[in-house]
C-alpha cells in the first residue's frame, strides 16, 4: 500500500504534468459501465452466445426423430389408353381411347418404439449443450478479464508517461543548468554532453510512452465497440493485501471445483463417451410402429366409387453386417474418449500450475508495490543528496543525471507494480472460475472519479468511426 507521503516525495514537475492528463470531467467512464458495455457488445461474445443457441436447437433436432411422425403425400396424374384389340380378335378401327384423371392420398405415421442409436445421439446433444454452456461461461469469464487488461493498461500507460515527461522535464532544466555553468566555465564541456545524452534518452522515453498511451485505448474500443472520453482513475490507497484465501492449496481446490475451463474439458469426456453409446447403438435392433392410409379416385368411363385402404404393424429391423464400418467406428469413439481423457488431464495440470503461478505471483506483488514505494522513499533522498554534493563539488553531472533517472523509474515501477497486483488479483480468479461481475464491481470500487484519465486521441485528422457489431442477425422464422 503506498506510504500516505508519497505525493509530496513526487517532484513538483511530475504533479503538474500528472494534472495535465487528468480529465476535469464529471463523466468519466469506470470499469464496471465498460464492462457491461463490453458484454453486450463484443462480437466475440456475441458469436458464442448464438453458437450456444445453434446447438441447443440441435438437440430439439435429435429430439425430434423419437416423436412421431406424420407425413401427407398426394399426387394428381392424367392419363390416356388405346385398346387395339377386342373379344380376342383384331377389328382394324375397333379399338377404344379413354382420357381419365387419377387423384390419390397417403397418409403415414411412424413412432420409434426402441431406436437406441437415436436415444444414444439424443443423450450426446444433451451433453454438447452442456459443454457449450460451459464455453460460453469460458467466453464470458475471458471477456471481463479482457476488458479489465484494457482498462488497466490505460491507467498504466498513463502513469509512465506522466513518470516520462516528468523526467524529460527535470533533465532538460538539469541540461540548462549545465550549459549555463559551462558558459561561466564553472564545468566542462563533457559535463554538458553527458546532460545532452541524457536528455535525447529521456525524450525517446517519453515518445514511447506517447505511443503507447495512444495505442492502449485501442483494444477497450474493439471490445465494447465504443470510445470513451475519460475513464475513472485507480485511487491512491487500495487495499494491497495477499489473496483470500491465503493458502495456495485452498485456491487449488477452489480452482478444480469452480473452473469452467475444467468443467468443459471434463464435459468434453461426456460428450466422447456418448459418441462411443452411438457407435455401440449401431449395431443393435430398432423396432418402430407405423400406419398408413390411402385413398385414390378417378373419373375413368365405365368406373365408379374410390379406393381405399389402411395399413397398422409394427416394423423392425437389424443390421448383420456393415462391412465392418459399426465395429471401426466403435474403435474410433473409443480413441476419441481416450483423447478426451488427456486433455482433461492436461487442462487440469495447467489449471493447477496456473493457480499456484499466479497466488505466488500475487503474493510477491504485495510485497513488491511496498518495496516500490519505499524505493521512491530512498532514490529521492538519493537524488537530494546527490545534488547537495554536485553543489559543493563533490559529484559531478553524472551522479546527478542517474540520480534523477533512478528516481522516475523507481516512480514508473511503483505504477507497474500497482498495476500488475491488481490484474494478477483477476487473472488468478479467472483461473479458479471465481471472475465474476462482483470481482469487477469489487475493483471497480478502488476507482475514483477525480483522478480520471483522459484518453488522447491524435489532434490531427479525422477521428475513425466507432466500431459496433452492427444490427444484431435475426434467426429465420
Not at 487449488?252 to 455401440?280: F, H, K, T, W
Amino acid at each position: 500500500m503506498h506510504p500516505p507521503t508519497l505525493t509530496r516525495l513526487i517532484p513538483r514537475p511530475l504533479v503538474l504534468l500528472v494534472g495535465f492528463t487528468v480529465a476535469t470531467s464529471a463523466q468519466a467512464t469506470d470499469l464496471w459501465t465498460v464492462a457491461r458495455d463490453a458484454l453486450e457488445n463484443d462480437a466475440s461474445l456475441a458469436a458464442a452466445r448464438s453458437g450456444f443457441s445453434a446447438v441447443e436447437a440441435g438437440s430439439d433436432v435429435v429430439r425430434g426423430a423419437l416423436l412421431p411422425q406424420l407425413s401427407l403425400g398426394s399426387s394428381l396424374s392424367h392419363s390416356r389408353t388405346y385398346e387395339s384389340q377386342r373379344g380376342g380378335t383384331a377389328q382394324p378401327g375397333g379399338g377404344d381411347d379413354d382420357d381419365f384423371n387419377r387423384l390419390a392420398l397417403g397418409l403415414n405415421a411412424n413412432l420409434a418404439l426402441y431406436d437406441p442409436a437415436q436415444r444414444a445421439q439424443l443423450a450426446q446433444a444433451e451433453r454438447r449443450v452442456d459443454r457449450e454452456s460451459l464455453s460460453l461461461a469460458v467466453a464470458e469469464q475471458q471477456l471481463l478479464l479482457e476488458v479489465a487488461e484494457a482498462y488497466f493498461e490505460i491507467l498504466r500507460a498513463h502513469d509512465i508517461l506522466s513518470a516520462r515527461r516528468s523526467q524529460e522535464t527535470a533533465i532538460e532544466r538539469q541540461l540548462e543548468q549545465a550549459r549555463e555553468r559551462f558558459e561561466v566555465g564553472v564545468i566542462a564541456i563533457t559535463e554538458v554532453h553527458e546532460a545532452q545524452a541524457s536528455f535525447d534518452l529521456a525524450r525517446a522515453q517519453r515518445i514511447a510512452a506517447e505511443s503507447a498511451m495512444q495505442v492502449s485505448f485501442e483494444a477497450l474500443e474493439r471490445l465494447t465497440g465504443k470510445r470513451y472520453e475519460s475513464i475513472d482513475g485507480l485511487a491512491e490507497e487500495i487495499p494491497i493485501v495477499p489473496p483470500e484465501p491465503v493458502d495456495r492449496g485452498d485456491w487449488v481446490e477452489l480452482a478444480m471445483a469452480n473452473s469452467p475451463m475444467l468443467q468443459m474439458a471434463e464435459a468434453g469426456i461426456e460428450v466422447a463417451r456418448s459418441e462411443l453409446d452411438v457407435s455401440r447403438a449401431g449395431q443393435l435392433p430398432r423396432l418402430e410402429a407405423f400406419a398408413r392410409y390411402d385413398y385414390s379416385d378417378n373419373d375413368r368411363s365405365g368406373a365408379s366409387g374410390y379406393n381405399s385402404g389402411s395399413q397398422l404393424g409394427l416394423r423392425a429391423s437389424m443390421p448383420l453386417y456393415t462391412g465392418g464400418s459399426t465395429q471401426a467406428q466403435i474403435r474410433q469413439s473409443g480413441f476419441a474418449l481416450e483423447v478426451s481423457q488427456y486433455d482433461f488431464e492436461a487442462q487440469r495440470r495447467d489449471t493447477v500450475q496456473q493457480v499456484r503461478s499466479l497466488f505466488t505471483r500475487v503474493s510477491n506483488d504485495v510485497e513488491t508495490v511496498e518495496a516500490r514505494a519505499q524505493a521512491i522513499v530512498s532514490n529521492q533522498s538519493a537524488l537530494e543528496a546527490t545534488r547537495s554534493g554536485y553543489e559543493v563539488g563533490t559529484r559531478n553531472i553524472v551522479d546527478v543525471l542517474n540520480a534523477e533517472r533512478n528516481l522516475f523509474n523507481a516512480i514508473a515501477d511503483h505504477a507497474e507494480a500497482r498495476y500488475d497486483y491488481v490484474l494478477g488479483l483477476l487473472r488468478l480468479q479467472q483461473q479458479a472460475g471465481l471472475l465474476d461481475a462482483e470481482s469487477i464491481q469489487a475493483v471497480n470500487a478502488w476507482l475514483e472519479a477525480e483522478s480520471a484519465v483522459s484518453l488522447e486521441l491524435p489532434a490531427a485528422g479525422n477521428p475513425d468511426p466507432v466500431m459496433n457489431i452492427g444490427i444484431r442477425p435475426q434467426a429465420p422464422s
